[in-house]
């Protein structure tokens, strides 16, 4: 008990009741789009000065991640911050895009349906006809094919550019100024749907965020990225265990998070973990990727309705294929960015000069309350987030070069006591306890057999 109240100190005991309904609550609060959000009022959230010099840009604020964020929404905009460009980019408005693209997957499915009930309702000699006529032109459609395929390619590598930071090179189909306007929309939509519940600057909780978010910032001014942001913060009077940034910088924590957090260094690594994602725009990048798998779809659906036989099969085979690009595609490349993240964040903490260990830890005692409170271990595969597990362990996998790197930035060393054996002697202490009990109460079996 005594090596219980060690492990959960600071834990309020309704923390400890976690189960299969709050999780399942935290995914579907925060994946939904904000772009969705009713206006309840016109209330902001207030904003940390600059914390640089008077000519920097404004600083806006990030968020903190938990299984799922508004960061992994497919429709949700994020600001870009364009390192490496071929040429001057032309892009269409987003707002375009996100208008178009169901009508566009609609159009797709309609015009595969009529064609195939088109060439079905052809006499023979006429289908005949039509395929002598592919094999007679069949040098110019392939003309056609390849300067499609090469225009694609083209319009490809002319969106390309660099991670500010890790320097990887990605897809970007929109910029800053078209995603600008959206990104402030979703910031007010969100704000009138929370407003009512956002804690006072004087509450004790928002001034222990502030007081991270401030360290955070203040270790990291020789980042270029962090000279174009403005970072601002609510706190949201809710039992919801995560937090979230939007792109152009506000940072919402739930007191739910805040209760789940052990300490401030815990609380650092989630918030860096946050900050990183806005400052290598993932949110952008998550959305270009997106429209450009939308793009290919279309293709391939127009493809299915024209080629499968039926409806019914057709509907199927549809409902099939995009399942499969979420499992082989999209849900992939979000645990891509997320450990991305998590690599990124752990540099940023260590410069703040927090505990690098407590990263660990905290994905640790996640994946320890899950287990054991929640609905049990997760299917990684099914999801935006790599499993606690996971996380833990990539982040023990690097801890040494966060060390190292935090001991280069003349911080103070760490102390004897590593958090990481905390959850261990927790795990160990509660599994002898469980087998002491089964021990005590399983009944002897008792088997009678007939002569």
């Not at 939308?294 to 391939?300: W, Y």
Request: charged share 25%; proline share 4%.
């Amino acid at each position: 008990m005594l090596i219980l109240n060690f492990f959960f100190r600071g834990f309020p005991r309704s923390v400890l009741k976690l189960n299969v309904q709050s999780f399942k609550t935290l995914n579907s609060t925060l994946t939904s789009n904000a772009v969705g959000f009713r206006t309840v009022s016109k209330k902001t959230p207030p904003t940390i000065n600059c914390l640089f010099n008077k000519t920097l840009n404004p600083i806006f604020k990030t968020t903190i991640s938990g299984d799922k964020t508004l960061l992994n929404s497919r429709n949700t905009q994020v600001l870009a911050w364009r390192c490496f460009k071929t040429s001057e980019q032309r892009h269409f408005h987003p707002i375009v895009w996100i208008v178009l693209k169901p009508v566009f997957k609609f159009a797709a499915i309609l015009t595969g349906r009529g064609f195939r009930k088109w060439w079905r309702d052809l006499p023979k000699n006429k289908r005949q006809y039509f395929l002598n006529e592919l094999k007679a032109n069949s040098r110019k459609i392939l003309i056609i094919l390849s300067l499609v395929i090469l225009l694609s390619i083209l319009y490809y590598v002319d969106h390309l550019e660099e991670t500010p930071i890790t320097k990887r090179i990605r897809f970007m189909a929109f910029n800053d100024k078209q995603l600008e306007q959206i990104n402030e929309f979703e910031l007010q939509q969100i704000m009138n749907q929370l407003g009512e519940h956002i804690l006072p600057e004087t509450h004790y909780l928002h001034q222990r965020v502030e007081a991270v978010v401030k360290r955070i910032l203040l270790a990291n001014t020789d980042i270029e990225e962090m000279k174009h942001k403005k970072f601002g913060i609510a706190v949201i009077d809710n039992s919801i265990e995560n937090a979230f940034v939007l792109p152009i910088g506000y940072v919402f924590v739930f007191t739910g998070m805040l209760k789940l957090c052990s300490n401030d260094d815990q609380l650092g690594i989630i918030l860096s973990h946050e900050i990183a994602h806005c400052l290598q725009n993932h949110g952008a990048e998550n959305v270009s990727f997106s429209h450009l798998l939308d793009l290919i779809s279309i293709a391939i659906i127009a493809a299915i309705w024209a080629v499968v036989p039926s409806d019914s099969i057709s509907l199927l085979t549809h409902w099939l294929f995009q399942k499969s690009v979420k499992l082989l595609f999209e849900l992939p490349y979000n645990r891509k960015i997320e450990t991305e993240a998590d690599k990124v964040g752990l540099q940023l903490a260590a410069k703040a000069c927090f505990d690098v260990r407590e990263s660990s830890a905290f994905w640790a005692k996640m994946a320890f309350l899950k287990n054991t409170l929640g609905d049990g271990p997760e299917i990684e595969f099914l999801s935006t987030h790599p499993s606690h597990e996971k996380r833990s362990e990539y982040l023990d996998s690097i801890m040494d070069e966060a060390i190292t790197f935090r001991k280069f930035c003349g911080c103070p060393n760490l102390s004897y006591r590593d958090p990481r054996n905390d959850i261990e002697t927790v795990s160990k202490a509660l599994e002898m306890t469980r087998s002491k009990y089964f021990e005590r109460n399983t009944k002897p079996e008792i088997i009678i057999t007939k002569r």
